[in-house]
């Protein structure tokens, strides 16, 4: 029997406990928590909480997961061709250049860990979305936040904050949860201002819902520049949100080295055929795009007549903020309306204590929701537990 190899480590320079370590930066790491989905003890119950569409995905997308389910026994395709084939056919885009993911959060992290190592920075803005830093953090880089103006990304306080170490910016345009933009003069101001070695990630998981003039996606930079790449999402407009579908489209070293990480089999097959499908199906798109149009602006306009302030936002969902008041607090609505099953998502975890995020939902979700914070406004403090709703 051989003899068992030598430590080449001596005792005195390992590391010291009885269980593995996690490496630098992973326990700096807060968890995202999803916005929640339930109301206990409440029978009929809106989930106004996570940016889903309220009309459910495209019947085509449905029919196309459906027949997937006879043919589970295979692996999926590696390569994601028939849903690349059909984001191409989209947007007249070079298959080649597109990379697919298990939601574009898979797609952000992709990205990271391509690009950022110890040592290296990633700029995103202070309310920008949570997984920016978590990808930054789960890479072993150090994340730079810019403050923002008027709760929207401020191109000059990214721009001051690259530096040699800079390695990626991340712009979500629109910004999850504020619901603001930059115009696309601005996001060419902050690429032209960035040096060469620093990738500039523009995350448009809500361009479909943008109805202004200066808003594009940033697909423009990301086929002319070599230092753009532009993500998008099936979990919105498209309803996929429990299929997990993301895809980025850049520059072909780019795509190429992301897909030296990739997992062989990251997107499953119902997952690649249902969003070929969705994608396709332009009428689904546009009768989603109508019915934000139409609720969007009203629930605003009806929200501010409580005396409430409400961010504009250009996505589907709304950033309201509450007094810091005792009986008039985003926390104590926040359990008021939950006891009515209208569950809204708390946004103190982007360092906004005193708001509530409000996807627009079916009409009779967003009329309810309106009544409920009528009732929550015109209560007191001692009323506020409400009764639940039926």
Known sequence: ???????????????AGGRPEPRPGVLAIEAYVPGKSHAPGVEKVFKLSSNETPLGPSEKAVAAFTAAGRRLEDYPDGSATVLREAIAKAYGLDPARIICGAGSDEILNLVAHTYVGPGDEAIFSAHGFLVYKIATLAAGGTPVVAPERELTADVDAILARVTARTRLVFLANPN??????????????????????????LDAAYAEYVRRNDYETG????????????????????????????????PAPVID?????????????????????????????EKAVAHNAQWLPWLTTRIEGLGLKVTPSVANFLLIHFPDTPGRTAKEADVFLTRRGLVLRMVASYGLPNSLRLTVGSEEA?????????????GSAGDSAGSPAK
């Open 257 to 285: 080295a992301m897909n030296r990480i990739r997992g062989p089999f990251n997107m499953n097959t119902p997952a690649l055929l249902a969003g070929a499908a969705a994608i396709a199906d332009a009428a689904h798109v």
């Open 176 to 201: 999850n949860p504020t619901g603001t933009y930059l115009p696309f003069d601005e996001v060419k101001r902050l690429h032209a201002g960035l040096p060469a070695h620093v990738l500039l990630v």
């Open 1 to 15: 029997m051989s003899a068992m190899p030598k430590d080449p480590t001596p005792a005195e320079e390992r590391p």
């Open 366 to 378: 967003n009329r309810l929701v309106v009544e409920a914070l009528a009732a929550f406004m015109a």
């Open 219 to 250: 697909l423009e930079l990301a086929l002319t520049a070599e230092n753009v790449l532009m993500t998008r999402t099936f979990s919105k407009i498209h309803g996929l949100a429990a299929l997990r579908i993301g895809w980025a489209v850049g």
